[in-house]
């Protein structure tokens, strides 16, 4: 009978331990499962980002020309956006540190009302050149250039879509910047008064260069 009773206890151990073993072995089997799903997710959504830009602070800010001082100022955000082709794609602006929450959650809000940015790259890609950084309908934050009075200069301006928003003579006969470009406010990615990212950079304390005295400059927003 001790026989029977002390086989029957090492059964009931061995079903117990071979249970837990087999609860452990489902619980890992499981996550795993659940581990791989979220690299799957991820890398998902990795791949649906078309990435505009990935430069590193210092290739950034490469022949800037500015003093260390301004260099100092500023910081490289990554930013993400809906472009022209309706895809998300992920850039960087280079701007000042008292814009960078403004900026990011400007874009935020950008995002999600789906309004058209067709690429952010800081315009060391254009060789400092604001002419062709327009022209190719870049947004941009910092270029050291005209430093007597272009907030530019400190990062302190943002150019949203130049094409889309070009730069306007009220009075003399001269071309849209850039050249070519026409406003066509029917467009995604085009501000206009009332637009509701123009009020948000407003409710910012940011100046809208529409209202600028000799010329509407659409894409230009500032802030001192």
């Not at 210092?58 to 260099?71: D, F, K, L, R, V």
Request: glycine fraction near 4%; charged fraction near 25%.
């Amino acid at each position: 009978m001790r026989y029977f009773f002390l086989t029957l206890s090492i059964l009931i151990v061995f079903n117990a331990c071979h249970q837990n073993k087999s609860n452990e072995e489902k619980k890992s089997i499981e996550e795993t499962i659940a581990e791989n799903n979220i690299v799957k997710e991820e890398k998902q959504e990795t791949d649906t980002i078309i990435i505009d830009s990935r430069f590193t602070f210092t290739e950034a800010i490469e022949g800037a020309n500015a003093p260390q001082n301004i260099i100092d100022e500023l910081e490289l955000i990554d930013v993400t956006y809906i472009s022209t082709d309706s895809k998300l794609h992920k850039g960087q602006i280079l701007t000042n540190k008292r814009l960078v929450a403004d900026i990011k959650e400007i874009f935020e809000l950008m995002l999600e009302q789906e309004f058209v940015i067709e690429r952010a790259i800081p315009i060391v890609a254009y060789n400092w050149s604001d002419s062709l950084s327009m022209a190719n309908n870049n947004t941009y934050s910092f270029c050291y250039r005209n430093t007597s009075y272009s907030l530019h200069a400190k990062g302190m301006a943002i150019d949203i879509n130049p094409r889309f928003n070009p730069l306007r003579w009220k009075i003399e006969n001269r071309s849209n910047q850039p050249l070519g470009a026409v406003l066509d406010t029917t467009v995604n990615g085009t501000l206009h008064p009332n637009h509701p990212i123009v009020e948000e950079f407003s409710k910012r304390g940011f100046r809208w260069g529409h209202y600028f005295s000799k010329y509407w400059d659409d894409h230009h927003f500032d802030k001192k």
